[in-house]
C-alpha cells in the first residue's frame, strides 16, 4: 500500500525559510518521479516542482523558481522540499505525491501546512 | 500557460442520477493529456482519470471520462452519497502543468 507522509510544516515569518520533508513506503521509489503540489487560498491547487527518478530532470512553477529546491534520497525513499525567502502568498498546504512520468499525481500524501505571516 | 475553466462550479444533484461536468482548455490539450481528482474536504486529492479516459486501479466504472482538444467531460453515472465532493480537472500536455478551479458536486 502506497503511503506518503509529510512533515515540516509550521509558521514562518516572510522572509524565513523551511523545509519540508516527506517519508514513502509501499512502491519502489526509485522507480517514480516525485511532485510537490500546493493548494492555497489565492490560487488553488498549483503544480510546483517535480524530480525524476535520477534527479537529472527537475521542474519548478515559476512561482517558485530559484527560492524552492527539490532533492530525493532514492536510499532512504525521501523526497524533499527546501523553501526559502518565503512569501505570504506562499501560504496553504503542500502534498507530496507520486508521479509515474511527472505528469500526473496517482498518489498524494495527507498534506503539511505551511503559514507564512508576521 | 493552458489556463483550466470547470463547469459548473457547483452542481446540485440527487444520489442515483448521472453528472457531467466539463473542463475547457484555453488551448488544445495534446494526446489527450488530461487527469481528473477528486477532493472530500480534509483529505489530499484522489487521482479518478489519467490520459483523458483512463481509469486507475480501483476507481469504480461510474466514473467516465471523455473529450478531446479543448473539450474534456467526466461523467459520473448512477451517483452514490460518497460521490458528493470537488473534482479538478489537470493538464499535463504543456509546462506548467495547471488545474481547473473546480466544481462542487452537492447533493440536492
Known amino acids: 500500500q502506497v503511503q506518503l507522509v509529510e512533515s515540516g510544516g509550521g509558521l514562518v515569518k516572510p522572509g524565513g525559510s523551511l523545509r519540508l520533508s516527506c517519508a514513502a513506503s509501499?512502491?519502489?521509489?526509485?522507480?517514480?518521479?516525485m511532485t510537490w503540489i500546493r493548494q492555497t487560498p489565492g490560487k488553488g491547487l498549483e503544480w510546483i516542482s517535480h524530480?525524476?527518478?535520477?534527479?537529472?530532470?527537475?521542474y519548478y512553477a515559476d512561482s517558485v523558481k530559484g527560492r524552492f529546491t527539490i532533492s530525493r534520497d532514492n536510499a532512504k525513499s525521501s523526497l524533499f522540499l527546501q523553501m526559502n525567502s518565503l512569501r505570504v502568498e506562499d501560504t496553504g498546504v503542500y502534498y507530496c505525491?507520486?508521479?509515474?512520468?511527472?505528469?500526473?499525481?496517482?498518489?498524494w500524501g495527507q498534506g503539511t501546512f505551511v503559514t507564512v505571516s508576521s | 500557460e493552458i489556463v483550466l475553466t470547470q463547469s459548473p462550479v457547483t452542481l446540485s444533484l440527487s444520489p442515483g442520477e448521472t453528472a457531467t461536468l466539463s473542463c475547457g482548455a484555453s488551448q488544445s490539450v495534446s494526446s489527450g493529456y488530461l487527469a481528473w481528482y477528486q477532493q472530500k474536504p480534509g483529505l489530499a486529492p484522489r487521482l479518478l482519470i489519467y490520459?483523458?479516459?483512463r481509469r486507475p486501479t480501483g476507481i469504480p466504472d461510474r466514473f467516465s471520462g471523455s473529450g478531446s482538444g479543448t473539450d474534456f467531460t467526466l461523467t459520473i453515472s448512477r451517483l452514490e452519497p460518497e460521490d458528493f465532493a470537488v473534482y479538478y480537472c489537470?493538464?499535463?500536455?504543456?509546462?506548467?502543468?495547471?488545474f481547473g478551479q473546480g466544481t462542487k458536486l452537492e447533493i440536492k
Open positions: 505525491a507520486r508521479d509515474r512520468y511527472g505528469e500526473y499525481a496517482d498518489s
Open positions: 490520459d483523458s479516459f
Open positions: 489537470q493538464q499535463y500536455s504543456n509546462s506548467p502543468y495547471t
Open positions: 509501499g512502491f519502489s521509489f526509485s522507480d517514480f518521479y
Open positions: 524530480i525524476s527518478y535520477g534527479t537529472n530532470k527537475i
